[in-house]
């Protein structure tokens, strides 16, 4: 075989890995949000059809919840023609026997011959030994197609694994003079119906949503996803509340038996005793006394209190990701984000700017598109009626 056969052969192929890798990556697009604590996975097999040519005898994805994983799905719809096919993958498939059999060891009992890949999984019980596996029973193994695409895809999920936080993006709704709201005011209609509804998008490919209790008294907002089909993509909703203030009769806590609610307060002394600081002993005991009850009849209406220093932005978000959530989405008020962008724990930043004008009694945005925090950069401009998206990103 002459070289000029062998490369023109060896780029058909590359050409035809990345084509199937793509639609596998649409493909794992589809529940990206709904599959905590697992990430949301494409999977492809293809066989040559009758006349040769590719065909794509079964698509699947990561399963809502996170199980069954895309390849046990998509080798069950493949039956028989999985036998020879190309498995198209957008993580290195599981060989850890966890809450499911691993996946390789299904990719070797159905006699696949290749296996492509985008991303290497980083979970320490996987990290390379799904290749080396299927390697073992003969496989080929083709690994790095589309990387730069399937780790974004995957960034929150790699982001949990690689950083134990969650991928934080902050969003911002700001007017013409560069307002989030008007003091007192509640909710005030700053972006039209094209933004809200690209917001409510969001919520439902995150795994959370978070505000502070500022916000959630002063708007008294759902945090829902309502957009028609999609009302069962709701992200959990968290609220930062160090004192419990969060009013039981509030739309959050009335909704909490049907979307996840859970509400961080606490304050932690060094000797790691979660109190309030009072100089006066019963003081401190009639408020812890009232504090507890107001735990209670928030767990009673459906909500979990979790007891971890709202301040400890860092603690908080640990101990989100070691609950599985891997994209947070943090929706206000201008306090708690100024908070995370003060603490670095900010990944990207979603600004949307109307054209209105708040004007008087207005509360200033920590960001606006002329004052944009150091180490951010654009990454891209949208046109949504009549406002505009800019969302930015750490340049690491
Ligand atoms: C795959 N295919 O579709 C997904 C994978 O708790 P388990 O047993 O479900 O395992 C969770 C791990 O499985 C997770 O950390 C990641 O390594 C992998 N996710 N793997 O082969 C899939 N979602
Ligand atoms: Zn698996």
């Not at 890798?21 to 996975?41: D, E, F, Q, Y």
Request: proline share 5%.
């Amino acid at each position: 075989m002459s070289v000029a056969a062998f490369d023109s052969s060896a780029v058909r192929i590359a050409e035809r890995d990345a084509h199937w890798m793509a639609a596998a990556l649409r493909r794992a697009a589809r529940n990206t949000g709904r599959t905590a604590s697992n990430p949301s996975v494409g999977c492809l097999v293809v066989a040559p059809g009758a006349d040769g040519r590719d065909e794509v005898v079964a698509r699947a994805v990561t399963a809502v919840g996170g199980r069954p994983h895309a390849e046990t799905e998509a080798l069950k719809i493949a039956g028989d023609r999985a036998r020879g096919a190309t498995v198209y993958v957008t993580l290195e498939p599981c060989s850890h026997h966890g809450k499911t059999p691993p996946c390789v060891n299904a990719l070797i009992a159905a006699g696949v011959s290749r296996v492509v890949v985008s991303v290497t999984d980083p979970d320490p019980r996987v990290s390379g030994r799904g290749f080396a596996l299927l390697r073992q029973a003969g496989i080929e193994v083709v690994t790095g197609v589309l990387e730069e695409e399937g780790e974004r895809a995957l960034d929150a999920y790699l982001r949990r694994q690689r950083k134990g936080r969650p991928l934080v993006t902050l969003k911002l709704a700001v007017s013409a003079d560069g307002m989030v709201g008007r003091q007192g005011e509640g909710q005030v209609a700053i972006t039209g119906p094209e933004a809200r509804a690209r917001v409510q998008n969001w919520r439902a490919r995150s795994d959370a949503i978070l505000v502070g209790v500022g916000t959630a008294i002063a708007d008294d907002p759902l945090l829902t996803c309502r957009i028609p089909g999609m009302e069962a993509r709701s992200p959990h909703r968290i609220v930062l509340d160090r004192r419990l203030e969060l009013p039981v009769a509030s739309r959050l806590v009335a909704t909490a038996r049907d979307v996840p609610l859970l509400v961080v307060g606490g304050e932690r002394r060094p000797d790691g005793e979660t109190v309030e600081r009072s100089a006066d002993a019963v003081a401190a005991l009639a408020r812890e006394a009232s504090r507890s009850m107001r735990r209670a009849a928030l767990e009673a209406a459906g909500a979990e209190v979790i007891e971890v220093d709202p301040g400890a932005l860092e603690t908080v978000l640990e101990m989100l990701a070691g609950r599985g959530i891997a994209s947070l989405f943090v929706e206000g008020g201008a306090r708690v984000a100024a908070d995370f962008l003060a603490a670095g724990l900010v990944d990207r930043i979603a600004l949307f700017t109307a054209p209105r004008f708040i004007g008087e009694g207005g509360i200033a945005s920590p960001v606006t598109r002329d004052h944009i925090p150091d180490g951010f950069a654009l990454r891209q401009t949208r046109t949504l009626g009549e406002d505009r998206l800019d969302i930015y990103e750490r340049a690491s």
